[in-house]
């Protein structure tokens, strides 16, 4: 069951135009992984230095994989170095149902 991937980072001041740079490296990355179906990027409205990134995977276990990855580990290194705060991501699914079964 596909399931969606919030992450919401806030950047320092000066810092955007590396920020995408890196961001485009991990979506790039991400994108030949199994179970990657799509990525989106979105800056917020209220504050530039806030982006977004929505991420759909076929599965929460691949999702898991690519989040374990050395590869999202290297470049989110270098992404941390830029945050003003810890990035949050959140999962969500269209049922809950089929998320809990997806999960356990």
């Known amino acids: 069951m596909a399931i969606k991937v919030l992450t919401t980072r ?31 990027t979105l800056i917020s409205a209220e504050d530039p230095h806030t982006l977004l990134v929505i991420s759909s995977w076929s599965d929460t ?15 989110t290194a270098k992404i941390a170095g830029l945050l003003e705060t810890t990035e949050h991501v959140a999962i969500f699914s269209i049922e809950r149902k089929e998320f809990e079964a997806d999960m356990a």
């Open 10 to 40: 806030k950047f320092k001041r000066g810092t955007i135009e590396e920020a995408q740079k890196l961001l485009a490296l991990l979506r790039a990355a991400g994108t030949v992984r199994p179970g990657f179906i799509s990525g989106h």
């Open 61 to 75: 276990k691949s999702w898991e994989a690519w989040q374990a990855s050395e590869k999202r580990k290297e470049i």
